[in-house]
């Protein structure tokens, strides 16, 4: 039996990396190249689901089945235990990371819990379904399943973790006023670095809830419960914030994941339940 060259393996996940890049990068060129103008609102949004198409591409070009791909996706059997770490975590992180700030002389808001209990369903039903939670069908859909064929699950996760990471630049001009955006001073890199290394350190955690569970729905939930927890329930009100504040509590928020990341990879001798992988 003739064996396939090393190279030949990854000639699948090379092609959906370009293909996320090409098309997400694309969308968000035009935000950045027409702000504050109706297309530039649908070009945003269409960015996200990037990953998405170009798994599908892939999958159709290396002879799979898009359906049987697609359909594999939305597997929901798995332990209670799960589907609250996917609905709850996120919101301890983001509870965690505002009682620590506010321990450490921040300003904090508890007194709207109930306004934004309120605000948080329609919150994470929005982030799931177009504003990340999306995303999760071509990177834990697709990429970490093709990566952990030929890798380790923390070689997999590290390589998932940082192209991820990177994949979000240009969003800093989408999001930040145009091309004027990417012109970082010294000041600006160290918060854009601490941003992607919290965007990379993230995706222990999904690679470990997909390894435990084999669903990519419960990695759908989790990366909407992380945005909207942040948008929810981090109790420090952005009108009081200073830019040391809001680095410092970006710097807070990042040492609690990467402890949390430390402590995952500990119990798990650096599985991150590979083992029980469905």
């Given at each position: 039996m003739k064996r396939e060259p090393p190279a030949s393996r990854f000639k699948p996940i090379v092609t959906?990396?370009?293909?996320?890049?090409a098309l997400?990068?694309?969308?968000?060129?035009?935000?950045?190249a027409l702000p504050e103008t109706g297309l530039a609102g649908l070009a945003y949004y269409a960015g996200g689901f990037g990953p998405l198409v170009a798994a599908l591409i892939t999958v159709t070009l290396f002879g799979r089945s898009p359906w049987s791909w697609f359909k594999s996706l939305w597997r929901w059997r798995a332990a209670a235990r799960f589907w609250l770490f996917a609905l709850l975590f996120p919101i301890a992180m983001a509870v965690g990371a505002s009682?620590?700030?506010?321990?450490?002389?921040?300003?904090?808001?508890?007194?709207?819990?109930?306004?934004?209990?309120?605000?948080?369903?329609?919150?994470?039903?929005?982030?799931?379904?177009?504003?990340?939670g999306n995303?999760?069908?071509?990177?834990?859909?697709?990429?970490?399943?093709?990566?952990?064929?030929?890798?380790?699950?923390?070689?997999?996760?590290?390589?998932?973790?940082?192209?991820?990471?990177?994949?979000?630049?240009?969003?800093?001009g989408a999001?930040?006023?145009?091309?004027?955006?990417?012109?970082?001073?010294?000041?600006?890199?160290?918060?854009?670095?601490?941003?992607l290394v919290s965007i990379s350190a993230h995706a222990f955690w999904y690679t470990w809830l997909y390894n435990r569970t084999g669903s990519v729905l419960l990695c759908v939930l989790l990366h909407g419960g992380y945005n909207a927890a942040n948008h929810a329930f981090v109790f420090v009100p952005l009108e009081t914030q200073t830019a040391p504040e809001e680095f410092r509590l970006l710097v807070i928020m990042t040492a609690l994941l990467l402890a949390s990341v430390v402590a995952l990879i500990a119990a798990t001798k650096g599985r991150l339940g590979f083992e029980h992988a469905k």
């Open positions: 959906f990396f370009c293909l996320a890049y997400s990068w694309a969308f968000w060129g035009l935000v950045i009682l620590i700030f506010g321990l450490t002389g921040g300003e904090t808001a508890w007194g709207d819990l109930a306004a934004r209990l309120a605000l948080w369903p329609a919150t994470f039903a929005a982030v799931t379904l177009v504003g990340g995303e999760e069908l071509g990177w834990r859909g697709f990429a970490l399943p093709e990566l952990q064929a030929n890798l380790s699950p923390m070689g997999a996760t590290m390589i998932l973790g940082v192209l991820w990471a990177l994949w979000h630049i240009p969003l800093i999001t930040g006023g145009g091309w004027s955006a990417f012109l970082l001073t010294r000041a600006d890199m160290i918060p854009f670095a601490v941003t």
